[in-house]
Nanobody, 125 residues
Framework: QVQLVESGGGLVQAGGSLRLSCAAS????????MGWFRQAPGKEHEFVAA????????TYANSVKGRFTISRDNAKNTVYLQMNSLKPEDTAVYYC??????????????????WGQGTQVTVSS
């Protein structure tokens, strides 16, 4: 049974930082591109960032470029999202996802193979 378990969310003031983690089990982690998505209240799921299977390629949404950094540790089956200079508009439930394919596929489609349950990030002004 595949599980993706996010952690690290919470309440932070604008300008602050958080680091999200997503621990994967039940799959061959290095076979999957990994990504982070978010959903704000009343809005659709939105792509945030993705990293390739071996970690050599990353891509970001324009709204987070320069503030967020995605990385992965294949020895620990974990993907991370370092979020700096947080803004109130970053408030959302953040989900990690796994996909057999490229990071560009994660940008263009929500049809990922597996999803986590989400972790809440709230940024106060």
């Amino acid at each position: 049974q595949v599980q993706l378990v996010e952690s690290g969310g919470g309440l932070v003031q604008a300008g602050g930082s958080l680091r999200l983690s997503c621990a994967a089990s039940g799959l061959t982690f290095s076979n999957y591109a990994m990504g982070w998505f978010r959903q704000a209240p009343g809005k659709e799921h939105e792509f945030v960032a993705a990293v390739s299977r071996v970690g050599d390629t990353t891509t970001y949404a324009n709204s987070v470029k320069g503030r967020f950094t995605i990385s992965r540790d294949n020895a620990k089956n974990t993907v991370y999202l370092q979020m700096n200079s947080l803004k109130p508009e970053d408030t959302a439930v953040y989900y990690c996802a796994a996909r057999r394919g490229t990071v560009q596929a994660m940008v263009s489609s929500l049809a990922n193979d597996y999803w986590g349950q989400g972790t809440q990030v709230t940024v106060s002004s």
